[in-house]
């Protein structure tokens, strides 16, 4: 899905909506998919419909996290991403997703915590949070190189590194 077969995965994941409207987290994997092609409106209205189907599910806010943060909402990608990482203690996506959000709202120190813990747990968690067959080691280096992510200036350098290890989580 993450390897720019975006039409693919978009029809795929429009027919399951279509079929299973309820799901929230089909909502929630188009937003993601739709926030990787840039289309940030769209994904917002997606990630806003599967909070409405369950507001307290930790991969549903972990999206909305990433998605707010893109729109430019800081302080409700801030806010969702605390209440993600309540919700799912243990996702390293969750963590840094999260971090970004921290980081764009200049709460660095924080931001920088919540990528090391997310890169602790993407090294000891399953195939799914370590990246699966995609580069664990670079998820490992994005997310535990906090310093270095921070000594480029936020924008889309940072960004692009974070999506990366987003994708890498998603993509095992």
């Keep these: 899905m993450f390897e720019n077969k975006y039409s693919a995965a978009t029809s795929q994941l429009q027919d399951l909506i279509r ?35 369950a507001p307290n599910d930790g991969f549903v806010l ?15 990608a801030a806010r969702d991403g605390a209440a993600a990482i309540k919700a799912a203690p243990s996702s390293a996506l969750a963590r840094a997703f999260f971090g970004e959000a921290l980081a764009d709202v200049g709460r660095y120190d924080e931001a920088k915590a919540q990528l090391a813990k997310g890169a602790d747990l993407a090294k000891k968690g399953s195939a799914y949070d370590r990246g ?3 580069r664990p080691a670079e998820m490992g280096r994005t997310a535990a190189g906090a310093g270095s992510l921070f000594d480029c200036p936020p924008g889309p350098e940072r960004r692009d590194r974070l999506s990366e290890a987003g994708r890498d989580a998603v993509a095992g």
């Design 19 to 53: 079929a299973h409207p309820q799901d929230a987290k089909d909502h929630a994997t188009y937003a993601l998919v739709l926030n990787y092609q840039t289309k940030q409106k769209p994904a917002l209205d997606e990630a806003l419909k599967a909070q409405k189907l």
């Design 62 to 76: 972990t999206v909305l996290t990433r998605v707010e943060d893109w729109n430019n909402d800081l302080p409700s």
């Design 132 to 134: 699966g067959r995609r």
